[in-house]
């Protein structure tokens, strides 16, 4: 039903590539990494970041983490007024969100006679190896998103003291421009927008002691009970087993209709989330896939979207051995908090 | 009514407006028991469609389809159309897809 409704968005290709980035001021989007040695280093270049965007008459955003808000609202001083700041650790949990969040943000605030300036904090010590990948895809598709489209800045700070080298190698690669010492360079390594392949790459084999259950059509009200069940034996709050209950659901429902009919399900927990994977033998194509908002009339097309809004954090990959989806909710942490803080976000 | 394994259909008319009550779960599987339920000349005539989500347990977007697939068929058939509010799955699927900007939402079927 699905594949003859509407958009697949599994496969929907170039041309939902090219809806989300027609429009906006005509120019070029600059995306900088901004390569600093510690706490001073940023101080630094922000500070210089914002007075010549505000001088400019450029809307101002930092997407920072709370220690660093706090921070920079003293080092900018008067300017800090006239900024933006937003949790960029609510923001990127799930860094598939990023896109269609800067997306949104341009539609509110690029009005063509501003433009927007945004520095924004994705990846910082002490995320996960996981996470990191996902940021450096995430990295890599803005290029793609918006490399052809409006005009805005996007500046993405790395700790070079902090991170490890390989993450910074990564950032170089993913970033056409660089900032360094005050002075803005061309990246010898960026490997450009046709080069990005988010969908590529393994991942690392479920545990031994992953629970699996085969499934098709018939089996979705069992695939829901199966990972309630893992929820309440990881005693994942109530919100979030609803949460996963869904996205799992779609994951399974994506099988069915695009994977050949049928997949297998595997829940597992780490030290932080409980996890889950389906695997089926479809092939994924559509290198934006989830990260493009459904438009309220679409009829389909929304499965992945919902799994990336439901989760913490998603990771897909597919080639000719089929598609892998693994999804993580975190098993610890203030839920009451987050969805208070949901709606003020920008989704 | 109409039995499914996991979903419930039943289909009241009156007033000029035709109720239909879900119950269980609207999913992938069940969705097509909800289409051939829908395809009757009183929901065709009905000057007013509301669906009565409160009863279902578990809905997923293949069922958000089929929902607005009765709202464009309604819209361009003169039909009014709303939903109740249902449980906050179904309202945490509605407000993630933006579907819920688009429907209009009602407290109680009547």
Known sequence: MEQASGVDERRAGPQKERAAIAGGRRGAFSHQALLHAGDDELATAAATFVATALEAGESVVLAVRGEREVFLREVLADDARNVMFCDIEVLARNPA??????LRFLDQHDDGARGLAMLA??????????????????????????????????????????????????????????????????????????????????????????????????????????????????????????????????????????????????????EEALVCQVSDNGRIRERMVGRLRPDPDQTSGRGLWLVNHLCDLVQIRSGDHGSVVRVYVRLAGDEAAELAQRPRTLR | ?????????????????????????????????????????????????????????????????????????????????????????VQRLLDITRVAERLTIVDAPV
């Open chain 1, 97 to 102: 969100r990023l896109i269609p969040a800067w």
């Open chain 1, 121 to 270: 904090e994705c990846v910082w010590p002490g995320r996960s190896e996981e996470e990191l990948s996902e940021c450096a895809r995430y990295e890599g598709l803005l290029n793609v998103a918006f490399g052809r489209g409006r005009a805005w800045r996007l500046l993405c700070p790395y700790d070079v003291d902090a991170l490890d080298d390989e993450i910074v190698e990564l950032a170089r690669s993913t970033h056409p421009l660089l900032r360094l010492d005050g002075k803005t360079e061309a990246s010898r390594a960026y490997a450009g927008a046709d080069a990005v392949r988010p969908l590529e790459g393994e991942l690392s084999e479920p545990p031994a002691g992953a629970r699996a259950l085969a499934f098709t059509i018939t089996s979705l009200h069992e695939v829901r009970e199966f990972v309630a069940d893992a929820a309440h034996a990881a005693r994942l709050p109530s919100q979030r087993t609803e949460n996963l209950r869904l996205a799992v659901n779609e994951l399974a429902s994506n099988s069915v209709c695009h994977g050949g009919g049928a997949g297998t399900l595997r829940t597992w927990c780490d």
């Open chain 2, 1 to 89: 009514m109409t039995e499914s394994e996991h979903l419930r259909v039943d289909v009241q008319g009156g007033d000029g407006r035709v109720i239909v009550r879900l119950g269980g779960e609207l999913d992938l599987a069940s969705a097509p028991v909800l289409e051939r339920e829908l395809e009757s000349a009183q929901i065709d005539a009905a000057p007013s469609l509301v669906f009565d989500l409160d009863g279902l347990e578990f809905l997923d977007s293949t069922g958000l389809q089929v929902l607005l697939a009765t709202h464009r068929h309604a819209t361009e058939h003169g039909q009014q159309f709303a939903i109740t509010r249902g449980s906050p799955q």
